[in-house]
């Protein structure tokens, strides 16, 4: 579309002025990169331009869902729309609804601002033919996003997002879009999906909890959520529990982020808490703190995803029908933790619609458990096919409970664990890049020129879809390194991990998994 088309019928005067106030090199630039659609939908600055979100792109990306509903004979169906409380999300929100019910469709558009998992739950649980939410999850606070749910409640996967982003292409000037006033529905979406999110437990007793939800959307639902489930002990950091768009006491919003769960952990320490939540804020991401000896310290993702794992499959009346999944980038100890049990474990690519389709191809076996390593949990799969940090909440404290009850920690869990299948070490590194193409040639350069070895040992390449797999060892040592350009942020992730036996003692297999992951980690950094 021609800049001065898309100026003269953008449908927002101020964004539609924001344009025309650019200069030509800037507004090149705005219109050289249009959202496409990535991660289940759309993700960027709010902002004028067909690069960002802006009402214009949301109109024109809500078109073309609904046409691509229609072209599969569901015209007139039911679908879900959420927000969040982000810069944009409350009219993104309307305008979606009302394009969605001025095309013939039945709309329920949710109450105020909700968790992602709510949409997710409430797809699935109505059975509506799509879902809606407006969020950028754990992005900065000028970004915004538009994500999509069908095939009950599962992230769009390929052709659906191919689909999306063709019919948008074609679609009508942003400002010819029709759209009809929606009310929004009651309460008893979310009421349904707190009662759901509540019976994830699996023993009882209860714990003192610190939360925070990070100026997220997920205080209230959650403080609820856990009251319900038994846990009436819950203290919220309350400088970050009401929702803020501008996140005005983290640099970013993002609980695995350097000093974004510092609040969390001081309030936990005042409170003597047995368990510390720190939400991302939409809610569908959980990070956990912990007591040690030493102090409070934040779990990675992967070991929450162990420990959930292991307890899910262990008060499992059938494990040999379930299926658990992990992403390609998370650790490989939920294998062997599922081989342990009898149970199926599923490797898929990077991403929850992956995750949460990981037992299609497996007969007679239903989806359990499925965890990436960047704190995203589904523990409910019946009821939510998507990740959800408040039921992952609840669930993490029903093990605490259940460990305080026998009279152990979540460090004595781990260390058991590590016994069992051997001490894991794992570590991120990231490299930020100016752009897509950027990111590209960074993994072009290494499949033309892989890594001969990981910290000594020969190394193999996998090459898969959308990552670089490089590992090496020997019987009683793994080292594996996962390389994949981000689907959500501008940079190049590379996931490392070292695995020792503990046959010759827990001290021992930690010390020399911890050295082996410093030198893996300062290789990785020289790529």
């Known amino acids: 579309m021609r800049q001065q088309d898309w100026i003269a019928h953008d449908p927002d005067p101020r964004t539609a002025a924001e344009l025309a106030a650019c200069t030509p090199d800037e507004l090149a630039a705005r219109f050289a990169r249009p959202l496409s659609f990535g991660t289940a939908g759309l993700r960027g600055p709010v902002r004028a331009g067909p690069d960002a979100m802006n009402v214009a792109v949301v109109s024109r990306a809500t078109w073309a869902v609904a046409q691509v509903l229609k072209g599969r004979g569901l015209a007139g169906a039911q679908v879900i729309v959420g927000r969040d409380a982000r810069h944009g999300s409350a009219v993104f929100a309307t305008v979606t609804a009302e394009i969605l019910a001025a095309e013939g469709f039945s709309v ?55 689909e999306v982003e063709t019919a948008m292409a074609a679609a009508p000037f942003a400002d010819q879009i029709a759209r009809k006033p929606v009310k929004p529905v009651d309460a008893r979406l979310v009421g349904y999906y707190i009662d759901r999110a509540a019976e994830v437990r699996l023993s009882s007793g209860s714990v003192r909890v610190a939360l925070t939800p990070l100026h997220g959307v997920g205080g209230a639902v959650a403080e609820e959520t856990l009251r319900i489930a038994g846990f009436g002990a819950v203290h919220s950091v309350g400088a970050q529990f009401a929702p803020d768009p501008d996140f005005p006491t983290v640099a970013l919003p993002n609980p695995e982020e350097p000093g974004a769960t510092d609040q969390l952990l001081t309030l936990a320490a005042e409170i003597e808490a047995d368990v510390a939540i720190a939400l991302d804020p939409d809610a569908d991401r959980c990070a956990v703190g912990i007591p040690t000896p030493s102090g409070w310290r934040m779990l990675s993702g992967d070991e929450t995803g162990w420990l959930l794992g292991d307890y899910i499959l262990s008060r499992s009346k059938n494990p040999e029908a379930a299926v658990v999944a992990s992403s390609v980038a998370s650790s490989r100890m939920l294998p062997a933790i599922a081989a342990h049990y009898g149970a199926v474990h599923v490797e898929t690519l990077t991403g929850f619609k992956w995750l949460a389709r990981a037992d299609s191809t497996v007969p007679n076996r239903t989806l359990v458990y499925a965890y990436e390593e960047a704190i995203g949990y589904c523990v409910d799969p019946i009821a939510v096919r998507d990740k959800d940090g408040i039921s992952a909440a609840v669930l993490m404290c029903d093990l605490v409970a259940a460990l305080k009850d026998q009279g152990r920690s979540v460090p004595d869990m781990l260390n058991e664990l590590a016994r069992r299948y051997g001490v894991h070490d794992v570590a991120a590194v990231s490299r930020r890049v100016r752009n897509a193409d950027e990111a590209a040639e960074i993994m072009r350069a290494l499949r033309a020129a892989p890594p001969s070895e990981l910290v000594g040992f020969p190394a193999t390449v996998t090459d898969i879809a959308d990552a670089l797999i490089f590992t090496g060892g020997d019987d009683d040592t793994l080292a594996r390194v996962v390389v994949r350009a981000s689907g959500t942020e501008p940079k190049v992730k590379c996931y490392l991990e070292i695995r020792c036996a503990a046959g010759q003692g827990l001290n021992r297999a930690r010390r020399r998994a911890n050295e082996l992951r410093a030198r893996l980690f300062t290789a990785v950094q020289r790529w």
């Not at 949409?119 to 970004?143: E, K, L, M, Y």
Request: proline residues 11%; without cysteine; negative net charge.
């Open 108 to 162: 329920s558009l949710l109450p105020g601002p909700v968790p992602t998992p709510v949409v997710a739950f409430a797809v699935r649980h109505t059975g509506a033919a799509a879902g809606i939410q407006i969020t950028a999850s754990h992005n900065p606070a000028t970004d915004n996003g538009y994500k999509v749910y069908a095939d009950g409640g599962m992230q769009i996967i390929s052709p659906t997002d191919h």
